[in-house]
């Protein structure tokens, strides 16, 4: 085995013991206990979901690593295609907008729920926003104090 496929077999092992241990997790849950089996699967779908978003987000998922390598769908190709653009500028394709339409499309009818995916980055951004209000409190109590203490 090479370097290549040691690196994203370790990444494949991760991403599988990453699912496990949060399934793990939110099976020990009394509250997930309490569901119903119908409940419990949709809770269970969600937390995979979760899982690889995140670590899709941090660059440790497997067809991440891949990519990152030059291997599978997309890997290497930014890197080996050349449209002798210089400035290497973004342009706008004509059929972009019918093209994501018919990628929703795709999605939908392999089953990939885009309301899940929306509400867990809406989560996410909510956390992150709570975090930047919670360390501008802290500053402006610290701001507050100072002055204080000084007259």
Known sequence: M???????DNAKRADTAA?????RNLRATSEFKN??????EHRVEAKKTEV???RVRDGKYATV??????????????????DENIA??????????????MWREDEKANGVDDV???????????????TTKKVDQLGFSLWCRKWRVAY
């Open 52 to 54: 690889a978003l995140k």
């Open 88 to 101: 290497w500028e973004t342009e706008d394709e004509d059929d972009e907008v019918v093209q994501e339409a």
């Open 19 to 23: 699912v496990s241990y949060a399934l």
């Open 35 to 40: 569901l119903d089996s119908q409940a419990q």
């Open 116 to 130: 899940g995916i929306q509400k867990i980055q809406r989560e996410m951004v909510a956390q992150s926003v709570a």
């Open 2 to 8: 090479s370097e290549v496929e040691h690196r994203i």
């Open 65 to 82: 690593v891949q990519q990152r390598l030059g291997i599978g769908e997309g890997g290497g190709a930014y890197s080996l295609w050349d």
